[in-house]
């Protein structure tokens, strides 16, 4: 029974981690000029509580490769973990009367001021060519994809060879870091610098669906990796 829980909080815990480092730039987009340093403050609170969720994630995995679960089993958590998350960025950010509620509610919750969401920006498809060939739109869903298997990959091994579990979680938050800073050096500079020149809208429209590509990428991978291990 505690196993099954588990299963469920780590499945629920990634979701939520992603859909929240999804919606911040969503939040940011509310603000003027002058409060954008408002906005900042309260949406990096809103992204540490991602971070919340995703050590949550990881946590459950450490405990079920602690009573002995398989590789095979990890590896299911997180192909089904990352599919419920890239469903769940699509539903509640691309569909966009969903995704006005969603970011209103969430920047009430964060007690800033009351601004409507603006959803006019044209409708960018995730896999029209315009997509594919956006070098942010490629650049975020490699970063999505990376920070995706530096939280799993680690367990997934850990699963295989225990004795050396510390070893590979720490592997694990080198492949974060590099997943990091790419997101600070190039796709952060992206947003600010479309920030400051009133695009933000769209760019918004690109990160949402590359990370709804990012996160259906990692399950996919998983998925092939099951059929690799049952073979």
């Not at 603000?31 to 340093?37: A, K, L, N």
Request: proline share 2%; charged share 15%.
């Amino acid at each position: 029974m505690i196993e099954v829980i588990t299963i469920i909080v780590a499945i629920a815990a990634v979701t939520i981690a992603m859909i929240i480092d999804s919606t911040a730039w969503h939040i940011r987009a509310l603000s003027r000029i002058e409060e954008r340093g408002l906005f900042i403050s309260r949406t990096n609170i809103f992204l540490y509580g991602g971070r919340f969720f995703s050590l949550l994630y990881m946590t459950s995995l450490s405990y079920l490769v602690d009573i002995g679960s398989s590789a095979k089993e990890i590896i299911s958590i997180s192909a089904i973990g990352f599919f419920f998350s890239s469903l769940s960025n699509h539903m509640v950010l691309g569909l966009r009367g969903v995704r006005k509620r969603f970011v209103e509610t969430a920047a009430w919750a964060l007690r800033l001021p009351h601004r409507s969401h603006d959803i006019g920006a044209a409708h960018f498809r995730i896999f029209s060519r315009h997509s594919l060939t956006n070098p942010l739109f490629m650049l975020s869903s490699l970063a999505t994809f990376i920070f995706s298997m530096g939280i799993s990959i680690p367990y997934v091994i850990a699963s295989t060879f225990p004795e050396y579990r510390m070893t590979f979680n720490n592997l694990g938050q080198i492949i974060n870091s590099l997943g990091m800073l790419l997101v600070l050096i190039v796709i952060d500079n992206r947003m600010y610098r479309d920030w400051d020149h009133g695009t933000i809208l769209q760019s918004n429209e690109i990160y949402t669906s590359s990370r709804t590509c990012g996160l259906m990428m990692a399950s996919i991978f998983y998925a092939v990796a099951i059929l690799i291990v049952v073979a």
